[in-house]
């Protein structure tokens, strides 16, 4: 069930200038900065061979990620995700087997025009994990 690491999420004061490094010292592709409202974020991807970096920055009077930029003003690393092939199958068992699900349980259209869904840090040692539709 589960697929390849899609991403791992970075959040930053300044997207666009964060990625930069990724692309003059690795020579890795860099996307544009695409500003998503309904999840309060501007995000920029490093593109690797096997995975992404997404840099997101807050966006927006509310966004999700400002306190955490607030707490870690130089950035930091904010979550991981996943590529599940069902993302409600994945959703049933997870909640089956004891993980808390995010928000009202049901799938939001993420970053790349996918559903996906956030699970609880305290679940997954610590670490924020969002599951993608792959
Ligand atoms: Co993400």
Do not use: W
Request: some cysteine; hydrophobic content about 45%.
């Amino acid at each position: 069930m589960l697929g390849r690491l899609n991403h791992v999420a970075i959040a930053v004061r300044d997207a666009k200038s964060a990625a930069k490094i990724y692309g003059v010292a690795f020579g890795a592709q860099i996307s544009d900065a695409v500003p998503l409202p309904e999840h309060g974020v501007i995000t920029v991807f490093a593109i690797l061979p096997n995975t992404k970096i997404e840099f997101i920055e807050p966006f927006g009077a509310d966004s999700p990620i400002q306190k955490f930029v607030d707490r870690n003003p130089d950035g930091g690393i904010h979550h991981v995700c996943y590529e599940v092939p069902d993302i409600i199958a994945a959703r049933d068992t997870l909640i089956k087997e004891g993980a808390r699900v995010l928000g009202d349980g049901n799938p939001r259209i993420g970053a790349h025009g996918k559903p996906v869904l956030f699970l609880h840090p305290k679940d997954f040692s610590g670490a924020l994990v969002e599951i993608e539709q792959a």
